[in-house]
Nanobody, 114 residues
Framework: QVQLVESGGGLVQPGGSLRLSCVVS????????MAWYRQAPGKSREWVGY???????DYIDVVKGRFTISRDNFKSTTYLQMGSLKEEDTAVYYC????????WGQGTRVTVSS
């Protein structure tokens, strides 16, 4: 059974940066495209971006140029580097195997506030 554990969230001022991590266990990480999602207070969970098994990435428009997804297959970990953070980036962030909608981790909370 694949398990996902996110970490790295916290409180950051507008304009700041954070790097989130997601460790995947119980499966063959290198075979998975990985996605990041977020759920802001009072809103539905939304797809933020993904990284393919070959390292190709794609993002929603509102984070393009500010967020970068990467992966380390040796560590079975995917990362979400976030920069130029805005208050509207405040959310709980989750990783997920691209195309899967169950087995969510606990997420990691990011709060952008002055």
């Amino acid at each position: 059974q694949v398990q996902l554990v996110e970490s790295g969230g916290g409180l950051v001022q507008p304009g700041g940066s954070l790097r989130l991590s997601c460790v995947v266990s119980g499966g063959v990480f290198s075979a998975y495209a990985m996605a990041w999602y977020r759920q802001a207070p009072g809103k539905s969970r939304e797809w933020v971006g993904y990284i393919s098994t070959g390292g190709r990435t794609d993002y929603i428009d509102v984070v393009k140029g500010r967020f970068t997804i990467s992966r380390d297959n040796f560590k079975s970990t995917t990362y979400l580097q976030m920069g130029s953070l805005k208050e509207e980036d405040t959310a709980v962030y989750y990783c997920q195997i691209e195309g899967r909608q169950n087995g969510w981790g606990q997420g990691t909370r990011v709060t952008v506030s002055s």
